[in-house]
């Protein structure tokens, strides 16, 4: 069983920074691909970020890259998503997510994904 957990979220303004982090309770931590994804009550579940097993291939929604950077640490069981210049719209309940796999490929569908942290709500006032 994976357990992940998210933590980080909170209030910022619009151009400010947050820095998200999931714990994962896994032996196996590299057999595991990463993404986070945000929710916005009424609408549907949306890709953020994601990074292969290894970390040297990471994949972006279009409406972040270049202003969010995932990254993991293999050692600690960690990943990270580093979130500059925050915009309001980004206001969302935030996900990390986890998939066993052999593929050392990033995946941004939501199917492609297994196990579900709880979620972060990250707040971004205008």
């Known amino acids: 069983q994976v357990q992940l957990a998210e933590s980080g979220g909170g209030l910022v303004q619009a151009g400010g920074s947050l820095r998200l982090a999931c714990a994962a309770s896994v032996r196996t931590f590299t057999f595991y691909r990463r993404g986070w994804f945000r929710q916005v009550p009424g609408k549907a579940r949306e890709f953020v970020a994601a990074i292969s097993r290894s970390g040297g291939t990471t994949y972006y929604a279009e409406s972040v890259k270049g202003r969010f950077t995932i990254s993991r640490d293999n050692a600690n069981k960690m990943v990270h998503l580093q979130m500059n210049s925050l915009k309001p719209e980004g206001t969302a309940v935030y996900y990390c997510?986890?998939?066993?796999?052999?593929?050392?490929?990033?995946?941004?569908?939501?199917?492609?994904?297994?196990?579900w942290g709880q979620g972060t709500q990250v707040t971004v006032s205008s």
């Open positions: 997510a986890a998939d066993f796999t052999y593929s050392d490929q990033p995946a941004g569908q939501i199917p492609a994904y297994n196990y």
